[in-house]
């Protein structure tokens, strides 16, 4: 994936309300999850602001996060997450490929 594509999906999840209750779309082919990053990142072993899945967030009673947006994977959502949090990170549960540890 492109920095181009990134961008993209970044204005697309802002004409978006997080809180409406819709975790995925699908634009094209493409089925786009919805990403959030924890605001609390002593939360995890790494202490790193880990990136979730609204579903894995949702599952672990995630308090303070913030909305990313919806990507068609974790990799362009942790990269997203840098610009917010420079030590972002995948979560190792829902965002394996995005995850360093
Ligand atoms: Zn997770």
Known sequence: MNKKTVTSTYTLSLSFDPYAGQ????TGENIMTMYYINQDQTNNPGY???VHTREHAEELHIQRKYFLGFFPNE???VQV????YSDADGCAVCCPRAHRG
């Open 75 to 77: 990799v362009e959502a």
């Open 23 to 26: 975790a995925e779309i699908i």
């Open 81 to 84: 997450g840098k610009r917010i």
């Open 48 to 50: 790193h602001h880990e």
